[in-house]
Nanobody
Framework: QVQLVEFGGGLVQPGGSLRLSCAASGSIFSSNTMGWYRQAPGKQRELVARITSGGSTLYADSVKGRFTISRDNAKSAMALQMNSLKPEDTAAYYC????????WGQGTQVTVSA
């Protein structure tokens, strides 16, 4: 069974940066569009960035210009570089495929606060 593991979250001040990583067991990366999702307390989970198997990217307006998604198919790994963080970026962040979702991992908490 495929497992998704996210890590790299933490507490950061507004304007700071964090780099999230996602590792997946199983051969899911090579042919799937992958995405980073986030869920803030009391809100629905939202897709903030996606990347195709070929490397094309798409971002939600709320993170465009601040976040960068990347992937390494050979390592079945994906990353999200987050710069210029804002308090409204505070959420649990998850990786998953886009479309036909896999079981969710535990996520990694990002808290942006002074």
């Amino acid at each position: 069974q495929v497992q998704l593991v996210e890590f790299g979250g933490g507490l950061v001040q507004p304007g700071g940066s964090l780099r999230l990583s996602c590792a997946a067991s199983g051969s899911i990366f090579s042919s799937n569009t992958m995405g980073w999702y986030r869920q803030a307390p009391g809100k629905q989970r939202e897709l903030v960035a996606r990347i195709t198997s070929g490397g094309s990217t798409l971002y939600a307006d709320s993170v465009k210009g601040r976040f960068t998604i990347s992937r390494d198919n050979a390592k079945s790994a994906m990353a999200l570089q987050m710069n210029s963080l804002k308090p409204e970026d505070t959420a649990a962040y998850y990786c998953n495929t886009v479309g036909r979702l896999l079981p969710w991992g535990q996520g990694t908490q990002v808290t942006v606060s002074a």
